[in-house]
Every structure is written in structure tokens, then in C-alpha cells.
């Protein structure tokens, strides 16, 4: 990692707590010194949340199939900056054009399509392509513009399933949970969505989590062929199933700083109480 720079990059099986980790690391930062504006959040589903809609409400407002392909005809259709940076690219667009006539013939509306299904559905694909690369592209840039920056103040959190690959010198945490313990979480967190609260028994919820997984798994080694399970990814591999969040954040912020000062760490479950020593330490060679 950057010698001053700090990008955290952080994935996660599902329902490992990711968010609910990156949002008591926050309150850590605080705790030590960060500002408000020196820390910055970066969660690449927000990123892709956000580009989905705006293509699909673009595919939805599209008069017709021979304005879809001419550039200057799509452009009008928006005056949003990223829609028209997409639109530039001819590759692009003829994607969207053909989504656009395949759902057409086929008489379905795109509105009827939502961030829920777009990991599911096989029409969406090829629009799910053009987001993700949009989405990785910006990702790594902005690892670069961090690392040109190379301010000691600033604090970066990258929520992102890839940002250990796109940002290289990134600290890299993976999130684990046992596959009981994270159908637990589904049963009884009601604030997820409806997808999430539809299960019968924790059996049923249970297999979804591990369909869900491997699901995950597969889609990236086919998409980007990388290994997300593979240890060799990561500067820590951290189980929640049973671990305070509180504890988890602590341990995570503290390896941060041992590995930017060059000391050794455990790199699977590290104990904060041993990482901390080794942190606070004159001599860290004496432990």
C-alpha cells in the first residue's frame, strides 16, 4: 500500500455485514482524528444503482428504433453527463439498441425491469456488461487520482466486490459468514428488501444464501476471471459470523496502520488485542 495514501477496499460474501462493518469503521475514523470531509465512502452498487436506472429509463423514454441508432438523436434524449459519455461509445450503444428492439418484439415494458432482477435477468446482460465496465473503469481511476494525491489525511473506503483488483495498492479486507449464520440474518432483519423476506423456514433462506455465493463466484470468474474465494486477494480474510462489529472495525483500522508501517499482522481472523500490541510497541521485533 501507498505509504500515505489509505484506500480500503472491502468485499464480502453476502449478508457478511459489510455495510453495517464500513459504517462503524466510519465512526472509528472519527474517533481518531478523521473529519467529516476527509472521509469518503465510495460503494460501487451505489454507482451501478444509479447507472442502471438512468439506461433504463433512457431505453424507456426512446421514440423508436432508427433514432436508438443514430448518436446525435440518442444524445437528445439526455442531458445527463454519464448517459451521454455512454451513448458517445458506438459499441455501446448498438447494446442498448438492441435491447431496446428485443424488449419491444417481444412486447415487454422496461420499466417493469428494476435493480432487483439486473443480476438475473439474461435480456439484461449485455446492458449489466456496459454498467460493470463503466463502474470499473471509474473505480480505478479514482484509485489513481488517490494515490497521485497521496494525502496522509484523507481516509478512502471502496465498498466493492473488485477494488483490491482495480485499486492494487489498496488494504484489501474480505468478509465472511457462515452460510446458517447468514440465513439467520436474512429471517430476522426486516429491513431488508422484499426479496430478502419472503423465506419460509431457515432452510429455504439458507439455500439462497448459498445459491447466492456461488452464484457470485461464477459470475465473476466467468466475467473477469478472478477467484473472489482465492486468500492470496486479500491483506485480511475476517469471519463475522460471531465477531462484534465493533471489534471487527477496530481490528480492520488497526491492520491498516501496522501494514502501512511495514509490521506484520494476521492475515485470517487477526486478534486486535496481538495487532494492537505490535502497533503500540517501541520495538514491534521484541514481540
Known amino acids: 500500500m501507498n505509504n500515505n495514501a489509505r484506500i480500503i477496499s472491502i468485499s464480502g460474501?453476502?449478508?457478511?455485514?459489510?455495510?453495517?462493518?464500513?459504517?462503524?469503521?466510519?465512526?472509528?475514523?472519527?474517533e481518531r482524528g478523521f473529519s467529516d470531509e476527509n472521509i469518503h465512502l465510495v460503494s460501487?452498487?451505489?454507482?451501478?444503482?444509479?447507472?442502471?436506472?438512468?439506461?433504463?429509463?433512457?431505453?424507456?423514454?426512446?421514440?423508436?428504433?432508427?433514432?436508438?441508432?443514430?448518436?446525435?438523436?440518442?444524445?437528445?434524449?439526455s442531458k445527463d453527463k454519464d448517459i451521454r459519455k455512454i451513448l458517445k461509445n458506438q459499441t455501446y450503444r448498438k447494446k442498448i439498441r438492441d435491447l431496446y428492439i428485443s424488449l419491444?418484439?417481444?412486447?415487454?415494458?422496461?420499466?417493469?425491469y428494476d435493480i432487483a432482477n439486473a443480476n438475473t435477468s439474461q435480456e439484461l446482460g449485455?446492458?449489466?456488461?456496459?454498467i460493470d465496465e463503466i463502474v470499473d473503469s471509474e473505480i480505478t481511476e479514482?484509485?489513481?487520482?488517490?494515490?497521485?494525491?497521496?494525502n496522509p489525511d484523507e481516509a478512502w473506503l471502496i465498498d466493492s466486490r473488485l477494488a483490491f483488483h482495480n485499486i492494487p495498492e489498496s488494504f484489501a479486507?474480505?468478509?465472511?459468514?457462515?452460510?446458517?449464520?447468514?440465513?439467520?440474518?436474512?429471517?430476522?432483519?426486516?429491513?431488508?428488501?422484499?426479496?430478502?423476506?419472503?423465506?419460509?423456514?431457515?432452510?429455504?433462506?439458507?439455500k439462497k444464501v448459498v445459491e447466492r455465493k456461488q452464484g457470485e463466484q461464477e459470475r465473476y470468474k466467468r466475467r473477469y476471471g478472478i477467484d473472489l474465494e482465492d486468500e492470496e486477494n486479500y491483506n485480511i480474510i475476517i469471519d463475522t459470523s460471531y465477531s462484534d462489529v465493533d471489534k471487527i472495525a477496530d481490528t480492520i483500522?488497526?491492520?491498516?496502520?501496522?501494514?502501512?508501517?511495514?509490521?506484520?499482522?494476521?492475515?485470517?481472523?487477526?486478534?486486535?488485542?496481538?495487532?494492537?500490541?505490535?502497533l503500540e510497541s517501541p520495538d514491534p521485533q521484541e514481540l
Open 13 to 30: 460474501n453476502p449478508v457478511s455485514g459489510k455495510s453495517t462493518v464500513v459504517k462503524k469503521m466510519i465512526e472509528k475514523l472519527k
Open 44 to 77: 460501487t452498487g451505489t454507482m451501478f444503482r444509479k447507472c442502471f436506472n438512468k439506461v433504463m429509463n433512457l431505453i424507456s423514454s426512446i421514440g423508436n428504433e432508427s433514432s436508438i441508432g443514430n448518436e446525435e438523436k440518442m444524445i437528445e434524449y
Open 104 to 112: 419491444k418484439q417481444s412486447g415487454i415494458d422496461p420499466k417493469k
Open 126 to 130: 449485455s446492458i449489466r456488461h456496459i
Open 142 to 150: 479514482l484509485g489513481k487520482q488517490i494515490i497521485e494525491n497521496n
Open 173 to 206: 479486507v474480505r468478509l465472511t459468514v457462515r452460510d446458517d449464520v447468514a440465513a439467520k440474518r436474512l429471517i430476522n432483519d426486516s429491513s431488508r428488501g422484499d426479496e430478502d423476506n419472503n423465506y419460509q423456514s431457515l432452510e429455504e433462506a439458507k
Open 253 to 278: 483500522l488497526t491492520c491498516v496502520e501496522l501494514d502501512r508501517d511495514g509490521n506484520e499482522y494476521e492475515k485470517i481472523n487477526p486478534d486486535i488485542h496481538r495487532a494492537t500490541e505490535i
